[in-house]
């Protein structure tokens, strides 16, 4: 879609880019990006050249109407000339008019493009289970982007100043005198090296600004994030440390970077002042033997003092301040926009598996070769319509299991059927029709109530909202669903929603969705007990299969069956079956039945 | 040069405005925040303005010195002289010029930084349910993002105050040297001014819409990314992009709108600038004609007339002006925040006696806490239940002066926590979190988080007595894993959080529903510790579970921000409303409605669903 998925490298982007890479790697984007408008582009060069044309002519007719005019008493040529001028400026000014548009079509669709490619990049690659940036670091993405936009279209304004006077300047005394010009070339020469010496200095430190920017807010995220903690743990002095020592590493790569900068004004110096007294300096022996005459030194310092130094300044300004910043901002951003190598669907006819029974075989999921493994040889049948509850002390792979189950994760070795079909063969669409996981932290966007229960249906369908009203109701979401008013309510800030609010927006979500298979992945822990059991029992009424990964063992008592994991083996069984053979599920229920006494014992 | 849309230190969008912001900070305020600045860094600013004084004199003086220079070359008279004393005041530019370059940094740098110093020490002490209003993004941008903008409005205001300044000493010097085309210029200026004006109000109108957009955006995709897990299940990555971007098409209008309003104007401030001073120079060149000028004031006149009309280059440090007054706005809405202020007292050994006298909290409308009198009794276990919204983390917060009442008091052992001296209550008070947040860096020091000098040891049997060491053993540096990115589930980070607590063996030990997230084995462990292993301390338990109450010397029932009952759970079971908050499917157990609950907050579940 953007240019940027379009150039997509063969290469893997877990590794990081060779250095080779990254060395041009600020000119890649930027030019992949640019290279898609030749036209606007071209067109602001145009015009921008056109729009400099009456500058060039200000000094030649307002010193010929001071000359030849109003010093030489001939008031009206004087008066001609301005008017020339007046009208040289309109058409500058003309040009300005017609420009704008253009560089609105380069710098606008770039920064679209470059929107895209961004969010794309993150959504993708946080979708494929990379670790995905925070609140903190998409604001800072925002502000990168907002940068090159800013000084890309401030560069375009501005190169051809800088190309325009420097060629003027240097042909105009070329012509004059080349003996000048030679007195001239050797400190701009001089000049001319240390500046390209010193672009590497300042792209160097402003990186170190860039990235000491970078490490204040992502350190500082986790402090402000956590206030209520520091408050709690009484370690304000110890966070005011920490911040106070990240601001003054940010302060000093400030003045670090204005210290290198300073030595761009040396460079002003070196290449249009020193020129000036070395002509001068030389201009008395060489009009003593004549060979150079007081008006071509006249006309050689006015080149210079005119014509060079701005368009030294002026270079300085775009290319060794603008253009380092833009050049370091969007090397940042194409860090961040590296493609994911496709991914490999299965290459022959996609099969569509029959049926929905779910089938593990010898399922083995270790997070490295060297790892205990999390699950260990899972032999598991859940048949089509099931109602399965897994429970297990936590961090014993219960989630993990989820995600096998779903295709999330493959597995490290063995192998998940769906209706016969191993899910790496089956094609992604249908798998996530037909498997729901709904995870423990409830995604709720802003957006309508109906987009945000709708949502697991297939895109544009037109979702009865019978169906949704229905799922809503069944899962005992009826209430927020009036609060929230009804299926055409906003949700603007689901942050406004409790946890347990947003659990069943999620809950209803899955309830009303096609799929087959439901995995609740603790996806009622902040339901009460009694909103948890009218939801599972929701769940259980429904056609399809229901997993339970339980987040309280009483969620066991409502399934057909129940896998006992406990890190060393994986039972199964109904809950009469496994109090009786095994300890610890006896040990799980007798523990629940100590704390809720009367009716909600469980059966042991 | 008048682009708005160029500017550089474009800022981070504002978010979602604070819900409800306590006090109106209003430009006027924000004002004041950055005088105060000014203040602060007056050193390095007085230096800026002493270099840019400097530029400016070197600046008018070297046309003369260069002109001066050619004369002498060319006539053979003095031409050292006036050689060396221009290439003095070329080395004098440059110092200047350096000089202004570092010290205006030095001035930014160090106002940014007092900022967000400042910002940073408000939010470490305020009340902590007023910060946490604010999203932690929207903290984060207001502390690195808006100090920034803000902080570099001093020296902004400085180069406008010299720019204008220089504009209208050469206005003046232009009149000195022929009133008429003094006249000339100011007969040509109003029409720029207005146009000016029409710009400035139009481009920052837009640019606020401009904003918006970005922000709108950006909480899009901060949105998806929380939600990622369920993207991912659901395989709807590509209609997240397409949600996430949405926002685009708005700020691509407005972006062009931005552009069609400068391509409106700019073109006509580039036209008007040049006919000023051509006009100015008309007549003046008609002054020399009539003999009425030199040929010298002439070109004065032409020179004059350029630096005076230099005023329009102040449109861009204007509009970063008005940036950075929305922005110290911004930062101010953050330092209006309720602090705590520090008691003086010290707290006398004690048993850890908590009482609440009168506690009535209020948030926006709703009351949250109403005229709570409560006793807890010390060294005991005291567990407080009830439904969500009830105000339970409202009273575990109170109870260690997280955030204060709007009226009443809590009391540790007879006095106040108010008076407390914050070393001491936090010596005395210590936390467990349903979601802690770890810190510090690394797992043993997110446990000894605010404890200095901890051994690892200690750090080791708080991890035990929380049924953590265990997990932290097997990560893959142990101890010294660090917490960001740690392979843990909210469990485990809730045992780390236990152990920090545990670790700090306080007087009075506040759970907030810290064992939320445990499985029932591990709770069961865990409660031990809590019941037997922390016997004689005094325990404030805010739980959902029976477990917890059950085992309980006492227990507070909340409803509706008043205390329901108490007692101990088996003579509260007998009330049906009190089983109702544990009962998974009781037949008849729809309660009476809970009035009161404020809106938002309340998980309310039905708990009917005959069978």
């Known amino acids: ?604 | 040069m008048f682009a708005a849309a160029d500017r550089k230190e474009s800022e981070t969008m504002p978010g979602p405005a604070p819900r409800s912001s306590e006090e109106q900070v209003s430009h006027g305020h924000g004002d004041r925040l950055i005088a105060a600045l000014s203040r602060d860094s007056w050193m390095p600013l007085a230096a800026t303005a002493t270099g840019s004084i400097a530029t400016t004199a070197v600046a008018l003086a070297l046309p003369a010195a260069l002109a001066a220079a050619v004369n002498a070359v060319v006539t053979g008279r003095g031409a050292l002289t006036a050689t060396a004393y221009l290439a003095l005041l070329l080395a004098g530019a440059a110092l200047a010029e350096v000089a202004t370059g570092i010290t205006s940094t030095t001035a930014t740098a160090s106002a940014i930084g007092t900022l967000r110093l400042r910002v940073a020490g408000h939010l470490l002490s305020a009340d902590v349910s007023g910060a946490t209003r604010f999203s932690t993004g929207e903290l984060v941008n207001r502390l690195v993002s808006n100090t920034a903008t803000a902080g570099s409005a001093p020296v902004t205001l400085l180069g406008t105050l010299t720019g204008v300044a220089a504009s209208a000493g050469a206005v003046v010097a232009l009149f000195a040297v022929d009133p008429r085309a003094g006249l000339a210029f100011l007969a040509g200026t109003p029409v720029l001014v207005v146009v000016l004006r029409v710009f400035v109000s139009r481009v920052s109108g837009l640019y606020d819409e401009y904003q918006s957009a970005q922000g709108r955006l950006a909480a899009r995709l901060t949105e998806t990314l929380a939600g990622i897990r369920t993207v991912r299940a659901a395989g709807t990555a590509s209609r997240e992009i397409d949600r996430v971007l949405r926002p685009l098409a708005d700020l691509s209008s407005t972006g062009h709108a931005l552009w069609r309003a400068q391509s409106r104007t700019v073109w006509q401030i580039m036209l008007l600038m040049p006919l000023v001073e051509i006009l100015v120079l008309a007549v003046a060149g008609l002054g020399v004609a009539e003999g009425r000028l030199t040929p010298g004031a002439l070109v004065a006149v032409a020179g004059y007339a350029a630096l005076g009309l230099t005023f329009v280059e102040q449109i861009d440090p204007l509009l970063g002006l008005a940036y950075g007054r929305s922005a110290a706005v911004r930062v101010l809405e953050v330092l209006a925040l309720p602090v705590l202020p520090a008691g003086r007292r010290r707290l006398p050994d004690g048993p850890g006696a908590l009482s609440f006298r009168g506690v009535t909290v209020t948030r926006g409308d709703a009351r949250v806490l109403d005229d709570v009198d409560l006793e807890i009794p010390a060294g005991a276990l005291t567990a407080v239940v009830g439904r969500s919204g009830a105000g339970k983390t409202t009273l575990a917060m109170l109870a260690g002066r997280l955030t204060e009442p709007d009226r009443g008091r809590v009391l540790l052992d007879g006095l106040s926590l108010s008076d407390l001296e914050p070393g001491c209550l936090r010596d005395a008070v210590a936390y467990a979190f349903e979601r802690p947040a770890l810190l510090g860096g690394d797992i043993a020091s997110a446990i000894a988080y605010g404890t200095a000098g901890t051994t690892r040891e200690a750090v080791r049997a708080a991890a035990r007595a929380a049924e953590v060491d265990d997990v932290v053993s097997r990560l893959p540096l142990g101890y010294d894993t660090p917490s960001a990115g740690a392979p843990l589930s909210g469990g485990e980070i809730q045992r780390l959080g236990l152990a920090r607590a545990l670790l700090r063996r306080a007087r009075l030990t506040i759970l907030d529903d810290a064992t939320s997230g445990l499985d029932t084995v591990t709770e069961a462990q865990v409660t031990r510790t809590l019941v037997e292993g922390m016997r004689g301390r005094t325990r404030l338990v805010v739980a959902h579970r029976p477990a917890t109450a059950a085992r309980a010397d006492l227990v507070i029932w909340l409803e509706a921000g008043r205390v329901r009952g108490r007692g101990t759970h088996r003579e509260l079971w007998r009330h049906r409303d009190y089983r109702d908050l544990f009962a998974p499917d009781a037949p008849d157990s729809r309660g009476e409605p809970h009035g009161g609950e404020p809106a938002g907050v309340a998980s309310r579940q039905e708990a009917s669903c005959p069978r």
């Open chain 1, 1 to 604: 879609m953007s240019a940027v998925t379009t150039a997509r490298r063969q290469s893997p982007p877990a590794s990081p880019p060779p250095a080779g890479d990254r060395a041009q790697g600020p000119w890649r984007l930027l030019a992949a990006l640019l290279r898609r408008r030749p036209r606007p582009l071209a067109l602001v060069m145009a015009w921008s050249i056109v729009e400099a044309a009456p500058a060039l002519l200000s000094g030649l007719l307002v010193a010929t109407a001071v000359d030849r005019g109003f010093r030489a008493g001939r008031p009206g040529l004087g008066l001609v000339l301005l008017g020339l001028l007046a009208a040289a400026m309109l058409v500058g000014a003309i040009a300005t008019r017609l420009m704008f548009p253009h560089l609105a079509a380069v710098v606008e669709p770039l920064r679209d493009d470059l929107v895209r490619a961004v969010v794309e990049a993150t959504v993708t690659h946080a979708s494929a289970g990379e670790q995905a940036p925070d609140g903190a670091a998409v604001n800072r993405l925002t502000e990168q982007i907002e940068t090159v936009r800013a000084l890309l279209s401030a560069v375009l304004r501005n190169t051809r100043q800088v190309g325009v006077a420097v060629v003027a300047a240097v042909a105009g005394l070329l012509l004059l005198s080349p003996l000048a010009a030679a007195v001239v070339a050797g400190p701009v020469l001089v000049a001319a090296f240390a500046f390209v010496r010193l672009l590497r200095l300042l792209a160097a430190r402003q990186r170190d600004l860039l990235l000491a920017g970078e490490r204040l807010t992502a350190e500082v995220t986790p402090a402000l994030g956590g206030l209520r903690d520091i408050a709690a743990c009484g370690a304000r002095d110890q966070a005011r440390e920490s911040v106070r020592s990240l601001v003054a590493a940010q302060a000093a790569a400030m003045r670090a970077l204005a210290w290198a900068g300073a030595r761009r004004r040396l460079v002003v110096t070196i290449g249009a002042h020193v020129p000036m007294v070395a002509l001068l300096l030389a201009a008395g022996p060489l009009t003593a033997s004549g060979r150079l005459t007081a008006g071509e030194i006249v006309g050689a310092l006015t080149y210079l003092s005119t014509g060079l130094e701005p368009a030294v300044r002026t270079l300085l300004g775009t290319v060794g301040s603008w253009g380092i910043t833009l050049a370091v901002t969007a090397q940042r951003l194409g860090d961040v926009v590296t493609p994911l190598p496709p991914r490999d669907e299965p290459a022959c006819v996609p099969e569509t598996p029959v049926g929905h029974d779910l089938r593990t075989d010898r399922l083995t999921f270790a997070y490295s070769p060297r790892a205990e493994p999390v699950v260990r040889e899972l032999d598991l049948t859940v048949g089509e319509g099931e109602h399965l509850v897994v429970v297990g002390p936590s961090g014993i792979g219960k989630s993990t299991l989820a995600m096998l189950l779903s295709g999330l994760r493959r597995p490290t070795e063995g192998v998940v059927r769906l209706g016969g079909l191993a899910l790496d063969a089956v094609p992604r669409r249908h798998l996530h029709e037909v498997v729901a996981l709904v995870p423990q932290e409830a995604y709720v966007f802003a957006g309508t109530v109906r987009e945000n229960l709708g949502y697991l249906r297939p895109a544009g369908e037109a979702t009865a909202d019978e169906r949704l009203l229905a799922a809503a109701d069944a899962v005992g979401a009826g209430p927020l669903l009036t609060r929230l008013g009804g299926l055409d309510g906003a949700i603007d800030e689901p942050s406004t929603l409790s946890a347990g609010e947003r659990q069943l927006v999620t809950l209803a979500r899955a309830y009303a969705s096609r799929a087959r298979i439901v995995i609740l992945d603790e996806a009622t822990c902040h339901l009460d007990p009694a909103g948890e059991a009218r939801a599972e029992a929701a769940f259980a009424a429904r056609q399809g299969t229901l997993i339970v990964i339980a987040h309280r063992v009483s969620s066991a008592a409502r399934a057909d069956r129940v896998l006992l994991l406990d890190g060393a083996r994986a039972i199964t069984g109904t809950h009469r079956d496994l109090v009786t053979r095994s300890p610890l599920y006896a040990d799980l229920v007798g523990h629940w039945n100590h704390d809720a006494p009367g009716r909600d014992r469980l059966p042991e």
